[in-house]
């Protein structure tokens, strides 16, 4: 989840790893950002400010995702 889109495209998401990239970002992300995430990953937009993580959940679901792997970071 990022609302915001500021995931570097250089980010270790980008590169560790072979399973499927989904970023969830909010409807008040930069359009620019979000165009240049989903060059390297699936985008799902959920909320408005913020990811709406309920809706998140109910749309992966929907997409046949039955396990997740979360990684966080603190800003």
Do not use: C
């Not at 060059?39 to 749309?59: P, R």
Request: proline share 3%.
């Amino acid at each position: 989840m990022d609302s915001l889109a500021r995931t570097p495209l250089d980010a270790d998401i980008f590169k560790k790893g072979n399973g499927k990239r989904i970023i969830a970002v909010s409807q008040s992300a930069p359009r620019k950002m979000v165009k240049s995430l989903a060059s390297q990953a699936d985008i799902i937009s959920s909320g408005e400010e913020t990811v709406d993580l309920g809706k998140l959940l109910l749309e992966l679901k929907k997409r046949g995702v039955n396990r997740l792997m979360v990684e966080g970071e603190r800003r």
